[in-house]
DNA sequence: CGACGGGCTACACGTGTGTATAGTGTGCTG
DNA sequence: CAGCACACTATACACACGTGTAGCCCGTCG
């Protein structure tokens, strides 16, 4: 069960370098990687900073372990949770509570600009690109639409402060998860768009696609205004 | 039209003082707002620090008005959208690439902290659960169901930056907007759970929230650990 | 018992930050 | 022309940051 695997790592999760790791990984998520300071996670932990130093050589190493141990240990939990089948659909395995800390941090880790969070975040749009495959899912471009559900999924824990705000309870404890996870079944069982909207839409794209006469900018080239609209699809 | 809009400020915008923000909303947007520095933001306008505390007064009131700035524009801009028609629906009028820069910056913003930023998060709640109650839909939880489709929404500009390395396209652009586009109507148009699967998760939710022992756990205390598991559905 | 090694702390250093202030040029007004 | 308001720059200050180093405490082993 997912209290035996916490259970396993008790007696070193004592050792004040697991404290340490512990604490950056909460800060980190919640700060971002440079707003949470060495000295920050240190006091956290209950430690000097210099013993930060000392376990993990550098913050930059130090991002790297907690990196390592949240893609650990959420693989550990999607595994036990899907052997247990507590979770019906594997939609809500990524919403779990316990699962859901880790993804807060890797969302951020990777926002932040990590490279192993990166990697697992295109390993898993090649996983969801296969899994459309065998579903026999028919998608108009099916690595936009997997990323497209990949990173909406990723506001969830990006944003996941301000979803607990306006839902009143924490969504990582299970009155908050609840409600949130309600609103996600929803959301996944309802379609939003008809048929002849959608339809609609595509060909207003298509259109788009072919007849936009500003394609000439293109992303390397940094505009000099803001808001400028060469985005206009007239 | 829409450079009608960013026409009329075209002489305001050649300022200093224009060039500065835009110069901020960009970086805000890119780095967070601790992340860009008042030195960045002015070598980006090419101004001196000194000028941007002389314009603004304070980091934190340049945040502010680059808030205000924001959120008018993207006012604007939607009813433009809006009145032209270009537009079928109105979940595409948020991903419009003139939209998405603004958007983007006010994503960052809020997860960074601002209250003017929050305000308009709820804002827009408030009318989407409106919408909802308009449109007849009945969901169980309406205000779960807006806010995590907000929030998810939301990932669209967070992570804007993972979408376009994985579509091979700036989403700003037309080359990767109308690709994300695409996958949004997919998205949007399909419903991925069945309503036996929903039936059943909605059950297996209601068992957890009434079933659990593990609420006695606010979130008001904070965890000693970060994996603990209190929040194990069992 | 004495030496050793690792967990751990205290403190110093250089850098980048937001902020503050003094000063420069320039165009408009009386 | 004198004076002044204004946009703008240069420089300084205090502070927090990541990093580096010296040293303390204490259990272990020869």
Redesign the interface.
Known sequence: ???GA?GDRAAE?LTARARI???A??LFAER?I??ASIRDIAAEAGVSSGLVRHHFGSKEALRDACDSYAMD?LDEIRGELFR?G????G??IET???VM??QRYL?RS??DGSDRA?AM??RN?RLGEEWIAQQG?T???P???????M??????F???E??????G??V????????????????????????E??A???A??ER??HG?P??G???TARPK??????????
């Open positions: 069960m997912v209290a916490s999760d790791r512990d604490a990984l909460r971002g440079d707003g240990r247990e507590h979770i019906n659909s939609f809500m779990h509570p316990a800390r880790l969302a990777m926002m990166t975040f295109d749009l899912i998608v108009t471009d690595r936009a639409y997997m990323g497209v559900m990173v909406m999924q990723m506001g969830l990006t944003m996941h301000q979803l607990s705000r306006v839902l309870a924490d990582r404890e299970t009155e908050g998860y609840v409600r949130m996870a309600r609103g996600l079944v929803d959301f996944y069982s309802h379609a939003l768009l008809s048929p909207i959608a609609e839409l595509h207003t794209l788009l696609q936009s500003t394609g900018a293109r992303h205004e803001y808001d400028d609209d060469r985005g206009d699809p007239r």
